[in-house]
């Protein structure tokens, strides 16, 4: 009975140490492998299992320990799959908040506008901790994992910058970026105005691309665009040169010559009348609307001024005088 009294009478200090001692632990750097520790949590990993795999990956601490931290804590139901960065200086208290928040360790990458498929997946092979699932697949076979079998790859992804996960798929990534110019392409769609000699999305997102392609300055795309509709409308070649470049392929040495305005292939808009048969590339929001929306008026002609602008003229005489000024003067 006295060592029962006694118990009670140090039951308090004892707790108190205890407590003080759990505050400390809490609060101490956890000793790490490296600079930092790479930790992946499956969906349905179960805490235990979620306080082990934090020391397999380089965190020295106790799994036991750091298990009944998290059941005691009332958060272990909150913690989230997915990939994370343990850094220097982390403790059990701060791990548990970045668990819980979801603070995975993001990377991120940049889809360009005007960029073509080739430039698209050498951008994801050089991506930081992406894992290219994608590669060695032909391209056919990459749109038929993402679901779309059968469709040419070419300006079907939306350009922009994605984070992700260190490990995340590319064939992800792409599946967001495609989903995303789905959305932006339906979106414009709507938007269209009434006269537009476009009669699918398939069509705007072609002539888009073009429109992204022969840019080269931002407020000149809607007048761009209208020198492409006026020319559809009256069943005019649409005679661009990027789309005569895209067919060309690797032939193309840098240098548009005569004898590749006359090699005849599907995209070679100066022997085949209307929009080529697939985008050419990746066109922004921006050319988008432009291809929806264009600028009215009668403009059939433009030629860069060398500054980047355009000018636009409405007959052939016009346009040869623009040519004199600004391209043969020079």
Do not use: C
């Amino acid at each position: 009975m006295r060592r029962f009294f006694t118990f009670v009478k140090w039951f308090p200090v004892l707790a108190a140490l205890l407590g003080g001692s759990a505050a400390w632990w809490l609060n101490q750097d956890l000793r790490l492998s490296g600079e930092t520790v790479d930790l992946s949590i499956e969906p349905g990993t179960p805490v235990r299992a979620v306080a082990q795999l934090v020391g397999d990956a380089g965190v020295d601490v106790n799994p036991t320990l750091l298990y009944w931290w998290f059941r005691l804590s009332g958060q272990a139901r909150l913690i989230r799959a997915g990939s994370y960065e343990i850094e220097a200086g982390a403790s059990p208290r701060s791990l548990l908040q970045k668990l819980v928040r979801g603070e995975e360790a993001l990377r991120a990458v940049t889809l360009v506008e005007g960029w073509n498929f080739s430039q698209v997946k050498a951008a994801l092979a050089k991506a930081e901790q992406l894992k290219s699932e994608s590669k060695g697949l032909p391209d056919y076979m990459i749109m038929k994992v993402l679901g779309r079998p059968g469709l040419h790859p070419e300006g079907r992804f939306f350009p922009d910058t994605y984070t992700y996960a260190k490990g995340s798929s590319d064939l992800a990534l792409l599946r967001r970026a495609m989903r995303a110019m789905d959305k932006n392409l339906d979106a414009v769609w709507r938007q269209r105005l009434p006269d537009t000699p476009l009669k699918t999305p398939e069509q705007a997102l072609i002539l888009a691309s073009i429109v992204e392609k022969e840019t080269g300055r931002a407020s000149d795309r809607p007048m761009i665009a209208g020198v492409f509709a006026n020319r559809l409308r009256i069943g005019m070649m649409l005679q661009t040169d990027p789309t005569v470049i895209y067919g060309l392929g690797d032939a193309f040495d840098g240098n548009l010559h005569k004898r590749d305005l006359q090699t005849d292939t599907p995209w070679n808009t100066y022997t085949r009348a209307g929009l080529p048969p697939t985008p050419i590339a990746m066109p922004g929001k921006p050319a988008l609307l432009a291809a929806v929306r264009p600028a009215a008026g009668k403009a059939l002609y433009f030629v860069a001024r060398g500054d980047g602008s355009s000018e636009f003229s409405a007959s052939l005489e016009e346009h040869n005088r623009a040519v004199n000024k600004y391209q043969r003067s020079h």
